[in-house]
């Protein structure tokens, strides 16, 4: 038996964004560039690992609204366009740098890049969901899913039909693309309300997890601390998040994120080339926006920056993953002199974090299972959630605390003065949702149809997402937006049910733009 294991969960998540009138769309370009940096980097590595049959385990969850996007046909073409824009971009930049070698170079491992993530998007026909479930299908990677929009379950849940129709139609969409149901839910934003997890419970799922907080201050206090699950009062395994591994990976000032030899995120030829230059690879306003190409790299903390240097970021990148490596050796070799178990270290991230904001995060990764897998004896074994529960099935029972991974660990990123004002709008769409749903018990036509488009509307409204901008200042304008829209449509769908008046070409407009959760059943949201 090993010494110790490692379990390291990747959270893939953006919020529903589907422009039907603009292929270059600014919140579309969430998406495009998380899938050149961050989901097909990933595929790739999990595909080279298979390949070389080098023993890994993780575990990813990816949220409905991406899931819903990867599989949409109009998203694959907005993004099909977008990436031969950056093809074509990286190519007259190898051009234009020939003659400088100290961003020749740069610009060459760019187009090299865009090129193996072209060819994986035409191998998988633009849906990247065949990707994963072929990742899952190996045995070596754990989907699980996440709330149905991201909600923010303490805030939203008021009405707990609220909470069961999130983590309902997350489930149902899981297996539809993915061939099963998800073993694990990823809480939104790691939140944790006690009870929710007699929700999940009801629908099979076996496990979900917290910050450290949420664990340690649980009732009782658990006997291994955050190195162990507990089982909550519904039977759900409750895994606690590691604050040292965290930390390392996180923090862009005392993890390796900030290392000097990194790519600078914030600096884009977006910015600094010529504007007519760059302005067919901008926004078509004259907007100036990031291209993905960075040619600096971190250099210090002033905003002097030093030409990029790939050779160097790559070995710091493979030393930063025998520092991991090293860390959570002696981690478990303490923990495991006080446990009469091997000691479980749970090391949850945003996978946004490898590749987008931290340019070298999937080499780090790559190079981390490849090390440890090249180590006899190995230090720790890398597990997922669902593979622990199987060898330990008798954990210790506990009641979490309330919780969150937010900022001071609880509620106040999501509910403070720039995004309060949103819930008592919501908690009244929900209650009348749940009225009509309850009112309705068998709907056809359009009334059927109706029904569950103002579904959809209200889910949509719920992402924590908004909230998120909201508080943190960025594009407050489109979060206030959409946030707003959604409701609107669904009082105006409502209204129309509650009168018998409803307009199919309405009707039928708002199904096309916002057409999240084809398989949506209204009845989600009545009364049990």
């Known amino acids: 038996m090993p010494r110790g294991y490692v379990a390291l969960v990747l959270h893939a998540h953006l919020p529903y964004v589907r422009d039907t009138e603009d292929d270059f769309s600014l919140a579309e370009k969430w998406y495009h560039e998380a899938v050149t940096e961050t989901y097909i980097p ?35 073409e907005h993004y099909r366009r977008y990436l031969e824009r950056l093809r074509e971009l990286a190519a007259r930049e190898v051009w234009r740098t020939r003659n400088d070698p100290r961003f ?55 009405q707990r039909e609220v909470v069961r129709a999130q983590v309902e139609v997350a489930v149902n969409n899981h297996r539809r693309l993915f061939g099963r149901p998800p073993a694990g839910l990823w809480l939104p934003e790691c939140a944790y309300n006690p ?115 790939p050779e160097w970021a790559s070995f710091k990148a493979h030393t930063h993953a025998g520092n991991f490596l090293f860390n959570r050796e002696q981690q478990i070799n303490y923990l495991a002199t006080y446990m009469d178990r091997p000691p479980l270290i749970i090391c949850p991230y945003d996978a946004e974090l490898f590749g987008h904001w931290w340019f070298e995060g999937p080499q780090w990764l790559e190079s981390l299972f490849r090390q440890v897998a090249g180590l006899d004896p190995q230090p720790f074994s890398f597990i997922t959630p669902s593979e622990y529960l199987e060898r330990f099935p008798v954990n210790q029972p506990a009641t979490p605390c309330m919780s969150s991974w937010g900022n001071n660990g609880y509620n106040e990123v999501w509910l403070e003065d720039s995004n309060h004002w949103i819930y008592r709008h919501l908690h009244h769409a929900a209650a009348e949702m749940i009225r009509l749903a309850n009112q309705h018990p068998t709907a056809g036509g359009i009334l059927l149809r109706a029904l569950n488009q103002a579904a959809r509307e209200l889910l949509v409204a719920q992402s924590s997402d908004w909230a998120f901008i909201m508080k943190t200042g960025t594009m407050v304008e489109y979060a206030v937006s959409r946030t707003k829209k959604h409701l609107l449509n669904f009082w105006e769908l409502t209204r129309g049910i509650n009168k018998s008046d409803l307009d199919p070409a309405k009707v039928q407009a708002l199904e096309e733009a916002n057409n999240i959760f084809p398989d949506i059943n209204y009845r989600i949201f009545a009364s049990r």
């Open 42 to 76: 990933l595929i790739n590595i999990c595909q080279r690992l298979n390949r070389d049959r080098v023993p890994y385990r993780i575990t990813i969850s990816l949220s409905p609204p991406l899931v819903t996007m990867m599989a949409d046909s109009l998203v694959q």
């Open 104 to 158: 020749h170079l740069v610009a060459r491992m760019y187009q090299d890049l865009f090129e193996n993530t072209a060819r994986t998007y035409q191998t998988y026909g633009g849906n990247l969901i065949n990707a994963f479930r072929e990742l899952q299908d190996s045995g070596k990677v754990e989907l699980i899913t996440c709330a149905a929009t991201h909600g923010y379950l303490p805030l939203i849940g008021l």
């Open 195 to 309: 009870g929710d997890d007699a929700i999940l419970r009801d629908y099979g799922l076996k496990y979900f997890f917290l910050d450290a907080h949420g664990l340690l201050y649980a009732t009782p206090r658990p006997r291994y601390s955050i190195f162990a699950p507990v089982y909550t009062p519904a039977g759900v395994a409750a895994f606690g998040r590691d604050l040292e591994s965290s930390e390392q990976v996180w923090s862009a000032q005392e993890g390796y994120p900030g290392d000097f030899d990194y790519r600078e995120f914030y600096r884009d030829i977006g910015y600094d080339l010529d504007f007519e230059y760059i302005k067919p690879y901008i926004h078509p306003s004259g907007l100036r926006l990031d291209t993905g190409l960075k040619y600096y790299r971190i250099t210090g903390k002033s905003g002097y920056k030093e030409p990029y240097v």
